[in-house]
């Protein structure tokens, strides 16, 4: 961005007199300056003062005409420019410690067992600095086995030891590079993402095929590892099967310290519900919590459940029973759940929102057709053994991470609507009732 653009402007508007008076002498500060921030050094302050308010506004404009970014003007003198150093430093600051952290997710909350030790011990030890020679780290499994968990307690434990952290899911490093880049901004985006102590990135493998935002990701990747910074990242499944990642990301990824957290045991699965219970308030007998984790594989299913459960009993003004945890679960009981097939969800999802199943199935890419590829998506996932390539293939999506990503926008909506939580769980529900139907 060149600032002889704006001169050239200003000279062809103001009184040439004027301008010999007092633009003559000033000079820009393109060190400090950013894309959004324009500083200008001046003899005294009476040309300060008059620049500033007879054409601060102007100049701004300009820039903004030009640019398509509306900064801000300071017209500084020689003595004020440290001040403005130290303002901007601070600024950056507070970008670069703007993590999103969660707090109540620490490591004195991970409930350990044999399936997360491993994970866990690394975690703990990258986030004291005490394994430098981890790094990067990827931990990578299943959803809802404290993946997040950990990337979280990292951050929060080094944060408390004064580092920077930036944690950010892999969407919103996305987003933010293409914002910045439509901003003319990316200065301040490598400014954030470069010069922190701890880069945590959750959901890496949407990063696959995502060319432009991994050849920024690989600069930014190099520029932490040479300089000794921690990077940590998240992903469903090892570097060699995240299809669409490049080759240099895999090999530098596999360079580091990749550990998989594994489904847990029984035993854990047990504790897990217990804290959460304790932590929720909820009151629930031993056997109901034993049978609770026996039929239910998914650790974020058995929260909705717990949750379901708690409100259900809070409104209904009883003791949550051995029955209501039979009843909440049945369309998760593995024995059930085997005789479910994806035709008969697809038929399901076609009737709720009156289209044909074989629309479900085609290339159809119009809103109402995503839209029920994602409840089918959803549904079969928790309710079906398919793997992600096999529902690829299925319903006509171009691979496994595109059935991923859909699978975690459903996700999201059903977090913010519990309207749609109600109908999800209803289909589910009339799923398995339809299935037992034809089995009695």
């Not at 103001?14 to 324009?38: H, N, W």
């Not at 003062?49 to 701004?60: R, V």
């Not at 930036?166 to 969407?171: D, L, N």
Request: hydrophobic share 35%.
């Amino acid at each position: 961005m060149s600032i002889q653009i704006i001169f050239e402007n200003l000279k062809s508007q103001v009184p040439s007199d004027e301008f010999e008076r007092y633009f003559s002498k000033i000079e820009y500060d393109a060190e400090t300056s950013k894309s959004d921030l324009l500083v200008f050094k001046v003899p005294n302050r009476f040309i300060a003062s008059w620049i500033e308010t007879k054409y601060s506004a102007h100049i701004a404009s300009l820039w903004e005409d030009i640019y398509g970014v509306l900064p801000k003007i300071q017209i500084l003198t020689q003595s004020q420019k440290q001040n403005v150093n130290n303002s901007t430093q601070e600024i950056i600051k507070v970008i670069r410690t703007q993590t999103f952290l969660n707090p109540d997710l620490i490591f004195d909350s991970f409930v350990r067992g044999e399936s997360n030790k491993i994970a866990f011990d690394i975690a703990k030890n990258v986030s004291q600095n005490q394994a430098k020679h981890f790094n990067p780290v990827l931990i990578y499994g299943n959803t809802g086995l404290g993946k997040t968990h950990l990337l979280n307690a990292i951050g929060n434990e080094a944060q408390k030891q004064g580092k920077i952290v930036v944690y950010v899911s892999s969407e919103q490093f996305l987003n933010e590079y293409t914002n910045r880049i439509n901003n003319n901004t990316m200065d301040r985006f490598r400014e954030k993402y470069r010069q922190c102590d701890y880069l945590l990135i959750d959901d890496i493998q949407f990063f696959g095929g995502k060319d432009r935002t991994q050849e920024e990701f690989f600069h930014t990747f190099n520029e932490l590892h040479n300089n000794q910074k921690q990077i940590v990242m998240t992903s469903d499944k090892p570097p060699r099967k995240i299809v669409g990642l490049e080759e240099r990301l895999k090999s530098r990824f596999e360079g580091g310290m990749c550990v998989e957290i594994i489904p847990p045991e029984i035993e854990l699965k047990i504790a897990i519900v217990k804290q959460k219970c304790q932590i929720n308030h909820i009151s629930i007998d031993n056997e109901s919590i034993a049978f609770l984790a026996t039929n239910v594989s998914n650790v974020r299913q058995i929260e909705g459940i717990l949750t379901r459960l708690n409100a259900m009993a809070n409104i209904m003004g009883v003791d949550i029973s051995r029955k209501m945890v039979e009843n909440a679960i049945r369309d998760n009981i593995n024995v059930n759940n085997k005789n479910i097939t994806l035709e008969s969800i697809i038929n399901k999802v076609a009737r709720f929102l009156n289209i044909k199943p074989s629309e479900i199935r085609s290339k159809t890419r119009t809103k109402n057709i995503a839209t029920a590829r994602r409840y089918v998506i959803f549904l079969a996932r928790e309710l079906i053994p398919n793997s992600m390539s096999a529902l690829a293939k299925e319903l006509n999506m171009k691979d496994h991470s595109a059935v991923s990503k859909a699978q975690k926008k459903m996700e999201e909506e059903i977090e913010q609507s519990s309207a749609l939580k109600i109908i999800i769980e209803d289909m589910k529900n009339q799923i398995q009732e339809e299935q037992n139907d034809k089995l009695s």
